[in-house]
């Protein structure tokens, strides 16, 4: 197709810039000028005619020497076309792919928008009720506990809403104790949720393919950022069930790793 449109080009090529030409000779209105153009485009036209026909007759000259020729001519150009048809088929999958991507993304932002609302009024409850508890501030507004900025991230096809609790010291807290924090957390917004005080949404638990029970809003992490701590929160679901379990995979895989190479190093 590509080598059939550029013969036709190639063979239109003559006649396209005489008609180019002939519009800004016709707006001067110089005819002596549109005849030798016409005639230098036929010119053109029959050169490239007569070139093409030659190539033409060298080619079934050849073929009728050497049969054979045909076939592998044949090959030739069935084989191009297996190629160009497989690139396109692959752009146009690659295309595809790419708007479905944007699609999703757009639609998680739609979502993660409507959600920021829900999440944030959820968590000031929880936060307001546990605050003593992790060594925070009560906070007094809902806002108190949004970011300035960033108040979600989009990661792995998942929503993560960033909150903040400002702590009542500047103490470092060590990865076990935040641990234990996030525990307690999770422990009060289950039971928040089971017993459907104040629930602004619809709630239900989610069982992954190994039997694992997520509560609808799940604490993923908590970071000690000094003056705070810094909570990542998302509304649980299937997805977000493959995504902890890949998780929890990598960190036994590390944990391993370290034990390996502790034992390694004492021997």
Known sequence: MMLWNSLINLVMF????????????????????????FAFSLTGLAVIMVAIAYVIAIIFLKINE???ALLIILGVVWLY???RSRSLNQEEQSKKAKEQQNSDLNELNKNAIKGLPIITMFMFTIFRK??????????????????????YIIRNGLCFYQLKLKKKD????????????KTDLQ???QNKIHSGDGLSFEAHDVL??????????VVDNIEDMGGFFQFSVVFASQKYAEYSRQKQMIKMQDNASSEELTVSWDN
């Open 81 to 83: 076309l297996y190629g």
């Open 66 to 68: 050497r049969p054979e």
């Open 170 to 181: 500047m103490k470092t807290y060590d990865r076990d104790t935040l641990d234990v924090f």
């Open 14 to 37: 003559p006649i396209n810039w005489f008609w180019e030409r002939y519009k800004k000779c016709k707006k001067e209105n110089a005819v002596g000028k549109m005849i030798c153009l």
């Open 130 to 151: 546990l605050a003593d508890e992790i060594d925070c501030e009560k906070p007094l507004t809902s806002a108190e506990i949004q970011l300035p900025e960033d108040k």
């Open 187 to 189: 422990y009060s917004i």
């Open 208 to 217: 992954d393919r190994y039997g694992n029970i997520f509560d609808a809003v």
